[in-house]
């Protein structure tokens, strides 16, 4: 297959013009959301949806996720990422397949629905975690947009995925929300550096490879400005694979928890990886045959799951 975004074969970066759709589906009056934020993701790469779940839904995915976060032992031990020179968790990989309610969460159709209008096409997950930003302790990811990785790590054909981000404490300014420049998925930025054998293994915890240099970065930053969404616990944050994005670490008392879900495009699922020899393993990048999700109505609650 023709790599129509080569990356981490140059010494010097480039921004490429994307090659893809932003918004695959067409626009109808029984579309998902409405023209204005169809429109709006198409022009800034990301869109924020707010109040669709009730306050008995967001405390129940709220317990969930203390409940995973608190009493981690009954996880696969690789899923589980910590942060940098300590033990708080970072992350919680294929969550999804580690919790019904995640799983629940992934194929509601407040979220299903959006993610394959945006895409055009029936949806899988390529990759789900529970992010996880503690008080005091928590890191900072560094800018960058993850389709260069998905692609050159992954195998990754074309921009047609996107990640849903479902707030599950409140985001504010002060406590590492999430970064994004807007306008930003228009370009492909290339970066610098042959990747490492198994680099994710050092990359879930701080990205060193893949990451775009400071010029172009500012360069970007200049053109479209940066937002940083915030909002209250059950807000959903939806970005195109190729925004480029990041948040600053927290010291404030104040933790971040965020579901994090991955919806890749059926007809976009992964091929050999186009700048490694081995493809990162199931639990970050789900290969094979694409299992199409079934968008699943009604209240996502203990009765509901019973």
């Known amino acids: 297959m023709q790599d129509i975004y080569p990356s981490r074969n140059s010494a010097v970066a480039e921004m490429l013009p994307r090659q893809d759709p932003v918004v695959h589906?067409?626009?109808?009056?029984?579309?998902?959301v409405s023209r204005e934020q169809a429109d709006h993701f198409e022009r800034n790469g990301y869109l924020?949806?707010?109040?669709?779940?009730?306050?008995d839904e967001i405390t129940y995915l709220?317990?969930?996720a203390g409940k995973l976060l608190g009493d981690p032992k009954g996880l696969e031990d690789e899923t589980v990422i910590t942060e940098p020179g300590s033990n708080e968790i970072r992350s919680i990989f294929r969550i999804h397949a580690q919790s019904r309610v995640v799983a629940r969460l992934a194929a509601d159709v407040r979220l299903a629905e959006v993610a394959r209008f945006l895409l055009g096409d029936e949806v899988y997950l390529h990759q789900s975690r529970l992010n996880y930003k503690p008080g005091f302790k928590g890191r900072e990811f560094y800018w960058h947009s993850d389709f260069e990785t998905w692609h050159v790590e992954d195998g990754m054909p074309r921009m047609r995925a996107l990640s849903m981000s479902v707030l599950l404490a409140e985001n504010t300014p002060n406590n590492g929300p999430l970064m994004l420049i807007p306008g930003s998925h228009r370009t492909f930025l290339t970066c610098v550096g042959e990747t490492p054998q198994d680099h994710y293994r050092m990359s879930l915890k701080k990205q060193e490879y893949g990451v775009p240099?400071?010029?172009s970065l500012?360069?970007?930053?200049?053109?479209?400005g940066i937002v940083a969404p915030t909002g209250k616990p059950g807000s959903v944050v939806i970005f195109d694979c190729n925004t480029m994005h990041g948040s600053n670490g927290n010291?404030?008392?104040?933790?971040?928890?965020?579901?994090?879900?991955?919806?890749?495009a059926v007809s976009n699922r992964l091929v050999a990886p186009f700048g490694v020899e081995k493809p990162r393993p199931e639990f970050i990048a789900a290969r094979g045959e694409p299992q199409a999700i079934q968008p699943v109505m009604g209240k996502l609650n203990e009765e509901a799951m019973a």
Do not use: C, M
């Open 213 to 215: 240099d400071e010029d």
């Open 62 to 64: 709220q317990r969930e």
């Open 25 to 32: 589906g067409t626009w109808t009056d029984d579309a998902p």
């Open 251 to 264: 010291i404030t008392p104040f933790p971040r928890a965020n579901a994090f879900l991955v919806y890749n």
């Open 218 to 224: 500012a360069e970007l930053a200049d053109k479209h």
């Open 48 to 55: 924020v949806l707010e109040d669709i779940f009730s306050d």
